[in-house]
């Protein structure tokens, strides 16, 4: 059992989300750091509180909650610092719950926070069927944003589904669907998990005076050229965000950002977690094999029985 400090909830976790994360800290990519409470895998969980720490006054053992920790979610039991955790919706599972906080709250950085997006602005979105993109499709959508997508051929009729209103194939020029869905004007923002190649094709897709928040690397590479003629000329802004190395002052407030605008749309029905597939605890290799394998759409959630 983890030592319980003044500001902590000891959990006990249902269902824990996985995230592309873990399977870099699993590789090594992040040279032993562990920017948290444990050397296990795991950034999100839900479960039911089984301790309170003593300078926590507003929550009981008992309570269902979801929250994001700094590692150790894979297990039956975790510490949860009280600030990382939010009160479930009455009619929120364990399992939906799972699937929301690493993705509602990168998602709520990225579109509201930084790129600031408003209604009637415009937003394209990659890797738009995954548990992060999906996120930021209806986070997008419900702040009554035009949203534009790219996703595998698949999932095109899927990413719609959740709000985009032109979803084009990854593997097509989906710079010249931009262009005409754009009337040649470009998107306001663009998010990004994929990098490499596409960062100028981002950059070209914007509009002037436009954000590209680049929020994962999802090919791998870490060096990319820069059209800076064009960075200049545009006035673009380039952002880079990543939530498992910020410190516990950032992290806390990203949550509040998070249960501001997400937690009434969640309890409203207005926003739904997606979830691809469940595995229990004991087969988390064969979830990080199946997110390695990518086509899915949503979250892919571990259960703890």
Same mark, same amino acid.
Not at 104 to 113: C, L, Q
Not at 124 to 137: F, K, M, Q, T
Not at 156 to 185: C, K, M, N, P, Y
């Given at each position: ?18 995230? %592309?994360a873990d399977i870099l800290q699993r590789e090594g ?124 051929? /698949? %999932?095109?009729?899927?990413? %719609? ?42 950059? %070209? ?19 990319? /050229? ?33 249960a501001a605008l997400i937690l009434p749309l969640l ?39």
């Amino acid at each position: 059992m983890p030592e319980t400090r003044p500001s902590d909830l000891p959990v006990r976790v249902r269902a824990a989300g996985v995230n %592309r994360a873990d399977i870099l800290q699993r590789e090594g990519a992040y040279a032993g750091q562990h920017f948290g409470e444990s050397a296990l895998l795991g950034l999100e969980l839900a479960g039911e509180v089984v301790e309170v720490g003593t300078a926590v006054t507003d929550i009981e053992i008992g309570v269902r909650i979801m929250a994001i920790v700094g590692g150790g979610a894979y297990a039956e039991y975790a510490r949860v610092d009280r600030a990382m955790a939010v009160k479930l919706p009455y009619d929120v599972s364990f399992l939906a719950a799972a699937a929301v906080m690493e993705a509602f709250v990168t998602a709520v950085e990225a579109i509201d926070h930084l790129a600031r997006l408003r209604a009637g602005q415009s937003v394209l979105v990659h890797a738009a069927a995954g548990g992060l993109g999906s996120a930021c499709v209806q986070v997008a959508a419900a702040l009554g944003a035009k949203v534009l997508a790219t996703a595998g051929a /698949t %999932r095109l009729t899927d990413v %719609r589904s959740i709000g985009a209103q032109h979803v084009f194939d990854r593997r097509t020029d989906w710079e010249a669907g931009v262009r005409s869905a754009t009337a040649d004007v470009g998107v306001d923002a663009v998010i990004d998990f994929v990098g490499d190649a596409y960062l100028a094709l981002n950059l %070209r897709s914007l509009r002037p005076g436009g954000t590209l928040v680049q929020v994962g690397l999802l090919s791998g590479a870490e060096q990319a /050229t820069i059209p800076l003629n064009l960075l200049l000329h545009n006035h673009l802004r380039l952002q880079g965000t990543v939530m498992k190395s910020r410190d516990l002052v950032e992290k806390r407030a990203m949550i509040e950002r998070f249960a501001a605008l997400i937690l009434p749309l969640l309890a409203a029905g207005r926003l739904r977690p997606l979830i691809h597939a469940t595995f229990p605890l004991e087969k988390a290799d064969d979830a990080h094999r199946l997110m390695e394998a990518g086509g899915g759409f949503g979250k892919i959630v571990l259960t703890v029985d």
